[in-house]
């Protein structure tokens, strides 16, 4: 479960960024910050894009020191 994966990635780069997805800080090459409180994330190589619900830009801006 995504979840448990999260716990025993925790004090990684790796961050919850929406219900079904965790991401790694340091594969980040983009973000797109929007007015309705989303973020927009571009990964390395430009092929993946992901989007962080509200729920977690706090805990994405945190680990990235925003």
């Given amino acids: 479960r995504l ?3 999260e716990e025993e990635l925790s004090g990684t780069r790796f961050v919850r960024v929406s219900h079904s ?4 800080l340091e594969r980040i090459t ?3 910050l929007s ?3 989303t ?5 390395a190589g430009g092929a993946a894009i992901c989007y ?3 729920r977690y ?3 994405i801006k945190q680990a990235l020191g925003l």
């Fill in 3 to 5: 979840y448990e994966l």
């Fill in 21 to 24: 997805e965790l991401v790694n």
């Fill in 30 to 32: 983009a973000l797109d």
């Fill in 35 to 37: 007015l309705t409180g």
């Fill in 39 to 43: 973020i927009k994330m571009t990964l």
């Fill in 52 to 54: 962080a619900s509200r």
């Fill in 57 to 59: 830009v706090k805990k």
